[in-house]
């Protein structure tokens, strides 16, 4: 069963294909090999933008779609930069910007607390769709460490770790991340497209 994943960011999809790319049946596509128009961000929450990329793409290819939404959701800021992340600092996927935009508004904060919060969508081109949740726990360091990983992975420090996401290995990381919480979640739901029981 052919299953188009739903992004253009090369982090992400490095990491879907990790995660998932061992289940029996399914044959992963990516843009490269079945390009499909950009689907615009324009949901107020990760889960209806997860669905949106999802439900777009899926219907737009004919292909079932995974896509995925997750944002960084820091208490002090009442859970900002949420479904902004991406763009906190104004341009699309400028981390270093976002980086230093959130370490400049957490200056002096003693309640450094945040969470990653991952969406990840399959849907189908009839329109069905599913939606499953990882979230992990951490706080955000006052400066940024490590050279691995994306996005605020060098200020992100898990609970139970003394090193920030961007310090641990690809492997490490994927052990706890909220994205393969998130995509672990969808596991059973692709074993059953691939036996052609959805």
Do not use: C
Request: glycine share 10%; charged share 30%.
């Amino acid at each position: 069963m052919k299953v188009l994943i739903g992004t253009r960011n090369p982090h992400k999809l490095e990491e879907i294909r990790r995660i998932l790319g061992d289940i029996p049946g399914i044959e992963w596509l990516t843009f490269r090999e079945h390009p499909f128009p950009e689907v615009e961000e324009t949901g107020t929450t990760l889960e209806e933008n997860a669905r949106l990329k999802a439900v777009s793409t899926a219907q737009a290819t004919g292909l079932p779609t995974l896509a995925e939404d997750s944002g960084l959701e820091v208490a002090a800021l009442g859970g900002a930069p949420g479904v902004l992340s991406s763009r906190f600092a104004g341009v699309e996927k400028d981390y270093r910007a976002n980086n230093e935009k959130l370490l400049e508004l957490l200056s002096g904060e003693e309640n450094r607390r945040a969470r990653f919060r991952a969406v990840a969508a399959l849907a189908l081109p009839d329109g069905r769709s599913w939606l499953t949740e990882g979230i992990l726990e951490g706080e955000i360091a006052t400066s940024p460490r490590g050279a691995h990983g994306f996005g605020y992975d060098p200020l992100f420090i898990p609970v139970g770790e003394t090193r920030t996401l961007a310090e641990l290995s690809p492997e490490e990381k994927d052990r706890i991340s909220h994205r393969r919480r998130a995509l672990e979640r969808l596991r059973p739901l692709l074993s059953s497209l691939a036996r052609g029981e959805l």
